[in-house]
């Protein structure tokens, strides 16, 4: 029978009330399936993408089993550690931990690269019970032996198949070999290729495999659109959709980081606040970016694939698909960063002719066709009038029509969201 609450999941009263402070009432599929299982020791395989609640459904066990064990805390010797391919999710990954095991006799650190080593080697001396690491970095400090592993007794795999492809396989079986010793392992991945089926057959003994599928939260939560339109012409086609009151908190993917600086510069000559996010930027301003974007000083984040995984941003109103993804389940990963915690959201691709073999893919994998909405005006003529216009004199809602268009069947274009008095999918709402 599957656990409708977390009390029925054999949680310490410690984790219970975290959880409840982040109101966490109901386990997601993945949680109550996985939380009873990695009690018991069990090794898992999790077929899951981000916002399924995956990062919970192996946070909470650990710190379960590390406050049942009452390990010795030794320098540089965590007893858990987590492998992220991305600074990014690293660090959310340890905002987590800190929020569940906030009660706990716990402490977690947190290290990646880009930025200086010398806090985490600090944090690493006093002793750590949970490391949460990107690859490349943790490496380097094994190398200079401010960290060693023999003393790891569980192993997480996050977002194995994105590892894949950023080159970092053989950098997680070096990983996984220093581990020597008895331990539990869990390697959670979007997709399976080859690869990661290999890596999983080596590294994990006797799992259960939980198979979370990648499209429900899509289907179920978000409203898609697809808007076809010559590659000459998303750019006007962009901000006109993004004068619209209703585009609160919006995403941005491009496919190439040179894409993402080139629509973030276009959309301030526009006179539209954004900010870019991509691998290239230093990792101080993309944590400057991120936070400025949660806290609504910029209105559009412009981002590659880098933000498709793993990035929680509460409150999204919406995905704008600039570029189509070459990979089909890269759309399922974009578009998730809206319907955060169980909200509804919207996600809208623009498509020129060479990007339709992509939507046929896309859906393909999703098993559906996605609405297409017209836009009903020229767009030479509105490309032509942005070249000419003064935009702080713009009227602030010029685009509401358009995002109704493209999102019809309620007030602001977009459906509403039951779980907030003031919702954001309203275009009348001020900003």
């Not at 959310?92 to 977690?108: D, H, M, N, V």
């Not at 032509?384 to 109704?404: I, S, V, Y």
């Amino acid at each position: 029978m599957t656990p409708t609450s977390f009390d029925g999941l054999g949680l310490a009263e410690p984790l219970r009330l975290a959880l409840k402070a982040e109101s966490y009432l109901k386990p997601t599929p993945i949680q109550a399936r996985a939380i009873p299982l990695l009690n018991e020791g069990r090794d898992l395989l999790g077929i899951a993408q981000t916002g399924t609640g995956k990062t919970a459904a192996f946070a909470l066990p650990i710190l379960q089993r590390l406050l049942d064990a009452d390990l010795p805390r030794l320098s540089g010797a965590p007893h858990a550690l987590i492998l992220a391919p991305t600074r990014e999710l690293a660090r959310q990954i340890g905002e987590r931990f800190s929020a569940y095991g906030r009660k706990l006799p716990l402490r977690t650190a947190v290290i990646f690269g880009g930025v200086h080593q010398r806090h985490q080697v600090k944090a690493l001396r006093v002793g750590v019970d949970i490391l949460i690491a990107t690859p490349g970095r943790l490496l380097d400090l094994c190398s200079q032996r401010h960290v060693r592993l023999d003393k790891v007794a569980i192993l997480v795999l996050d977002e194995a198949d994105r590892m894949l492809d950023m080159g970092f396989i053989h950098d997680v079986r070096k990983i996984v070999s220093f581990i020597r010793g008895k331990r539990q392992t869990l390697l959670f991945s979007a997709t399976m290729p080859p690869a990661i089926a290999r890596l999983a057959h080596d590294i994990l003994k006797d799992p259960v495999r939980i198979d979370i599928s990648p499209t429900s939260v899509a289907v179920d939560r978000i409203e898609q659109r697809v808007m076809f339109v010559g590659a000459k012409d998303k750019r006007a086609l962009l901000i006109e959709l993004l004068r619209d009151p209703g585009m609160e908190r919006v995403l941005v993917f491009t496919r190439t980081k040179r894409g993402a600086d080139r629509v973030c510069r276009q959309l301030a000559q526009a006179g539209i606040a954004a900010d870019a996010l991509h691998g290239n930027k230093a990792q101080n301003a993309r944590v400057r970016a991120l936070q400025a974007f949660r806290d609504g000083n910029v209105q559009v984040l412009v981002a590659t694939d880098i933000a498709a995984r793993g990035i929680d941003v509460p409150n999204i109103s919406h995905v704008i698909n600039y570029e189509l993804p070459n990979e089909p389940e890269s759309y399922v990963h974009r578009i998730g960063r809206t319907a955060r915690a169980g909200a509804q959201g919207a996600a809208l691709s623009l498509c020129d002719q060479n990007e339709r073999p992509y939507l046929r893919e896309i859906e393909s994998l999703m098993r559906r066709k996605i609405a297409i909405t017209e836009y009903g005006f020229e767009l030479p003529a509105v490309a032509n009038r942005l070249r000419k216009t003064d935009f702080a004199a713009e009227a602030p809602n010029r685009g509401r029509g358009l995002l109704r268009r493209a999102f019809p069947g309620s007030p602001g274009g977009v459906p509403r969201s039951p779980n907030r008095e003031r919702t954001r999918w309203h275009s009348g709402n001020p900003r």
